[in-house]
């Protein structure tokens, strides 16, 4: 789907935090906090642009990005739970030096 | 029926006093179709199609992944043709995915921006589904918000929660229940509730006759 997608599942990555007017899809718990790639989507509109009535190009890879809720809430009901956000790519960077290994 | 209304616009507008968001509503259709951008069968026809799609859908494809291994792994890997397989038409979604429960693993749906929800396949979403408790808590405290709906999960099976922000419409694909292993298709379609497809209840449980 994706032919060059800048993240891989498996590897950490932060949501960024950035505080921007418009149509974000990226809702705000979840930025600053730092997950893993879970899947590659695939390439998709961008919907910033679209809820303007513009042509959403050029698209943007959307990821399914996890997190331990204990990572975004502080605390978790199960130690196994997960939540998983889809995020797109211009919303994340790379957590690579900051933590290693995850699950 | 008000005569001189109906000649005036060609169709009925209700009697009772109306909102300020009805109004409104009503003054914009009927400059649409004024306009001619969309004629009053258009409306009609997407009243009527907004309405077709029910849970129904989804239940026949859970009831049919249940029953038939092969279309389970086709409604898992390629989710919109499997729908298009069984006559349902999906091609509304941008991109559908499929969550499969096991015994270890449970999924459950929430859409914290607004209400992003699989309509082709289950219809409109309830109004839970749209409120801010169920946006705000799902994320922090699926387990509490699934207890609310009679499902007690042991800490060892894994609860995910999507957030479903962006393109992808999530359906979940519950347990089949114990007991109905002689079930026919469509007896098991009865027991697919709209809400074990978003995840937050399991789905009705095999009544012994």
């Given at each position: 789907m994706s032919s060059a997608s800048r993240f891989n599942p498996g590897d950490p990555v932060t949501v960024k935090f950035e505080d921007r007017?418009?149509?974000?899809r990226t809702p705000w718990y979840i930025r600053g906090k730092t997950g893993w790639v879970e899947r590659v989507h695939g390439d998709f509109r961008n919907p910033e642009s679209l809820a303007f009535g513009r042509d959403g190009l050029p698209k943007k890879t959307l990821y399914l990005v996890a997190f331990n809720p204990s990572d975004?809430?502080?605390?978790?009901?199960?130690?196994?739970?997960?939540?998983?956000?889809?995020?797109?790519?211009?919303?994340l960077e790379?957590?690579?030096?900051?933590r290693n290994g995850h699950e | 029926m008000n005569e001189a209304a109906k000649a005036e616009h060609g169709h009925d507008h209700p009697k009772h006093e109306l909102s300020y968001c009805a109004k409104r509503i009503y003054a914009i259709r009927d400059l649409l179709i004024e306009k001619g951008v969309v004629s009053e069968k258009d409306i009609q026809c997407q009243i009527e199609y907004q309405e077709a799609r029910s849970p129904a859908n989804g239940a026949k494809l859970v009831a049919r992944a249940w029953v038939d291994p092969d279309f389970k792994t086709r409604f898992i890997g390629d989710p919109k043709s499997a729908c298009a397989e069984m006559g349902i038409d999906a091609t509304a979604i941008n991109e559908f995915v499929v969550l499969e429960n096991t015994e270890r693993v449970r999924h459950m749906v929430v859409c914290t921006l607004c209400s992003c929800y699989?309509?082709?396949?289950?219809?409109?979403?309830p109004d839970w589904y749209k409120s801010f408790n169920y946006r705000?808590?799902?994320?922090?405290?699926?387990?509490g918000v699934m207890r609310e709906f009679g499902l007690n999960?042991?800490?060892?099976?894994?609860?995910?929660?999507?957030?479903?922000?962006?393109?992808?419409?999530?359906?979940?694909?519950?347990?089949?229940?114990?007991?109905t292993e002689n079930w026919s298709e469509a007896d098991l379609a009865k027991l697919v509730t709209r809400d074990s497809m978003i995840g937050v209840m399991d789905p009705l449980?095999?009544?012994p006759e």
């Open positions: 007017p418009g149509h974000i975004v809430w502080g605390q978790s009901a199960g130690p196994k739970d997960k939540l998983l956000v889809d995020i797109y790519d211009h919303w790379s957590a690579a030096e900051e | 699989p309509r082709p396949i289950l219809g409109r979403p705000r808590r799902s994320v922090v405290d699926p387990r999960l042991p800490d060892e099976v894994e609860v995910r929660v999507h957030d479903s922000t962006a393109d992808i419409r999530y359906l979940v694909l519950p347990v089949r229940p114990k007991g449980n095999a009544i």
